[in-house]
């Protein structure tokens, strides 16, 4: 069974690999650069089932051998082979099934992420400001890009809402887990009391869309400009270098006001707004996975509660999955690929439970 849809996948593969090379199809882009990818996307599957048949053909050849062989030495050594080989094809066997899993065929897009100060004022501000900062580190640390796109600051400190792009390998199947509520647990800076409050902040991942998925007319696009109010000196408060772009039959609006450049704001707030619209189709490939799964781990349902970090007890506590850490410091400053790695774990297991592999 296996084999044959390995089989099968490496026909496909052939195949794709004649129509990439074939000139109606490299005169067409948008079809070229899909073939393309997932040429690239089968070829981890290709290797596996050129190793896996090197496995199976061994350990054929080592029971005929064990069948024919007198000499008890031989036989010993043969039957130790087999053990061996048979532990490798089971290995073999569950790695298969994690590649022969579908990807979400965004998930190696770049993202676009937005933070939002949720319940909790000021102090929802604040932890929005440190979540920024949490990501940011993180991608630091996967050696990705990132590019603020807006903000809008909070009166005591980190922002009421910010959003930046980020750029780099598989950014989208990484970040992607990180959609839904995040509530705080602490004593805020302007509590005299020492109570605990309770403060949340929303992100919303995005996988950046280009311009072969979403077909946007100019004539449906209204621009303005206005002055920057954000930080970067007075050349940047004093030129209406910031743009808003209202897309007028979907109705979302976009600004973009973080550099000097007029031009370079646009072509931030054309990527911000495409990718908007890009999304209200995909929420809706997200909506019907998240309809058939339990823990919904990166489904679509961005008002979920996902996670709570808790500073008194130095905790943090992602509900999708039951994991709770005590590395909180650790945690806001960029450590989240323990989480990351479990969520991925756990969403795997969900699928292949599914029998969809």
């Given at each position: 069974?296996?084999?044959?849809?390995?089989e099968?996948?490496?026909?496909?593969h052939?195949?794709?690999?004649?129509?990439?090379?074939?000139?109606?199809?490299?005169?067409?882009?948008?079809?070229?650069?899909?073939?393309?990818?997932?040429?690239?996307?089968?070829?981890?599957?290709?290797d596996?089932?050129?190793?896996?048949?090197?496995?199976?053909?061994?350990?054929?050849?080592?029971?005929?051998?064990?069948?024919?062989?007198?000499?008890?030495?031989?036989?010993?050594?043969?039957?130790?082979?087999?053990?061996?080989?048979?532990?490798?094809?089971?290995?073999?066997?569950?790695?298969?099934?994690?590649?022969?899993i579908?990807?979400?065929?965004?998930?190696?897009?770049?993202?676009?992420?937005?933070?939002?100060?949720?319940?909790?004022?000021?102090?929802?501000?604040?932890?929005?400001?440190?979540?920024?900062?949490?990501y940011?580190?993180?991608?630091?640390?996967?050696?990705?890009?990132?590019?603020?796109?807006?903000m809008?600051?909070?009166?005591s400190?980190g922002?009421?809402?910010v959003?930046f792009?980020?750029?780099?390998?598989?950014?989208?199947?990484?970040?992607?887990?990180?959609?839904g509520?995040?509530?705080?647990?602490?004593?805020?800076?302007?509590?005299?009391?020492g109570?605990?409050?309770?403060?949340?902040?929303t992100?919303?991942v995005?996988?950046?869309?280009?311009?072969f998925?979403?077909?946007l007319?100019?004539?449906?696009?209204?621009?303005?400009?206005?002055?920057?109010?954000g930080?970067?000196g007075?050349?940047v408060?004093?030129?209406?270098?910031?743009?808003?772009?209202?897309?007028?039959?979907?109705?979302?609006?976009v600004?973009c006001?973080?550099?000097?450049?007029q031009?370079?704001?646009?072509?931030?707030?054309?990527?911000?707004?495409?990718?908007?619209?890009?999304?209200?189709?995909?929420?809706?490939?997200l909506?019907?996975?998240?309809?058939?799964r339990?823990?919904?781990?990166?489904?679509?349902?961005?008002?979920?509660k996902?996670?709570?970090?808790?500073?008194?007890?130095?905790?943090?506590?992602?509900?999708?999955?039951g994991?709770?850490?005590?590395n909180?410091?650790?945690?806001?400053?960029?450590?989240?690929?323990?989480?990351?790695?479990?969520?991925?774990?756990?969403e795997?297991?969900?699928?292949?439970?599914?029998?969809?592999?």
């Amino acid at each position: 069974m296996l084999l044959e849809k390995l089989e099968a996948i490496k026909e496909r593969h052939e195949e794709v690999a004649r129509l990439i090379a074939d000139p109606d199809v490299i005169s067409d882009m948008k079809r070229y650069i899909k073939l393309s990818k997932e040429y690239k996307d089968l070829e981890p599957i290709i290797d596996a089932h050129k190793t896996y048949k090197n496995v199976l053909d061994n350990i054929a050849s080592a029971r005929e051998l064990l069948n024919k062989e007198k000499d008890a030495e031989f036989r010993e050594m043969a039957r130790a082979e087999l053990d061996e080989l048979q532990e490798r094809k089971e290995a073999l066997e569950e790695k298969i099934r994690l590649l022969l899993i579908p990807k979400d065929p965004q998930d190696d897009k770049n993202a676009i992420v937005e933070i939002r100060a949720g319940t909790g004022g000021d102090e929802a501000a604040i932890f929005a400001g440190d979540l920024y900062r949490m990501y940011s580190k993180f991608c630091e640390s996967r050696n990705w890009k990132t590019e603020l796109v807006d903000m809008n600051e909070g009166t005591s400190g980190g922002f009421k809402e910010v959003i930046f792009n980020v750029s780099g390998d598989g950014v989208y199947g990484v970040l992607k887990y990180e959609s839904g509520v995040h509530r705080v647990q602490r004593v805020p800076q302007t509590e005299t009391q020492g109570r605990v409050h309770t403060s949340a902040a929303t992100v919303a991942v995005l996988p950046e869309a280009d311009e072969f998925d979403v077909d946007l007319k100019p004539a449906d696009i209204k621009k303005e400009t206005f002055c920057s109010s954000g930080p970067g000196g007075q050349s940047v408060n004093t030129t209406y270098s910031a743009v808003r772009l209202t897309h007028e039959p979907s109705g979302i609006v976009v600004s973009c006001q973080d550099q000097k450049s007029q031009i370079k704001n646009l072509e931030k707030a054309m990527k911000v707004l495409r990718t908007r619209l890009f999304d209200m189709e995909y929420k809706k490939y997200l909506d019907e996975i998240a309809s058939k799964r339990k823990t919904m781990v990166s489904s679509g349902d961005r008002s979920a509660k996902i996670r709570t970090y808790n500073f008194p007890q130095g905790r943090v506590t992602d509900h999708r999955i039951g994991l709770t850490l005590y590395n909180l410091s650790a945690i806001m400053d960029g450590d989240i690929q323990e989480i990351i790695d479990a969520l991925q774990v756990a969403e795997n297991a969900e699928k292949l439970r599914e029998g969809v592999s």
